[in-house]
């Protein structure tokens, strides 16, 4: 919860999710008027805004989250989609009318999923079920070599008991 009429201060909390997953950036910001809050994202020596508005006022995302962001009036942000270079630090920013602000700090690590395992299982099952589909075509030529050689025997031996 940030309280915007107190000093600056800084909540750190860490996150972690999957390569697209959806994360909620959960704040509650209490004011006295409206407050313009503003979303940061640092990794690195990198560092670029995300998006300002100011509940029920305006909501100004950036064009690189416009798609996977949802501002929330509380002061709240939910990213959708996430990928591997969304792991970083995340610094909101509450401002009230009256000048003063305030921060807090999330940390989110992504995890790649390894689909390694699936993907093995996966060759290996259509791999077996082509075996499988071997053995059944062999045992049926065999059945049927099996009945020729039968059919010849028995007609071999009538045309000997023929004669």
Known sequence: MLLCFSASHYICRS????????VLFSVDVSCIGIPTIEWT????????????????????ITVDYSSRVQ??????MGLSDLQLQD???YVVTVTETAGSSKEAGLVLKVNEVLYEDLQ????????LTCLAGLLMLT?????????????????????????
């Open 15 to 22: 996150l972690t999710k999957s390569v697209q997953e959806d």
């Open 41 to 60: 994202f640092m990794s690195g020596a990198v560092s670029h805004s995300i998006g300002t508005w100011q509940p029920g006022v305006y909501t100004n």
């Open 71 to 76: 501002p929330y009036n509380n002061g709240s």
């Open 87 to 89: 792991a970083g630090y």
């Open 120 to 127: 093995y299982l996966s060759v290996s099952a259509v791999a």
């Open 139 to 163: 045992m049926w030529m065999l059945d049927k070599a099996y009945k020729k050689i039968v059919g010849w025997r028995l007609r071999k031996q009538l045309q000997g008991e023929a004669m």
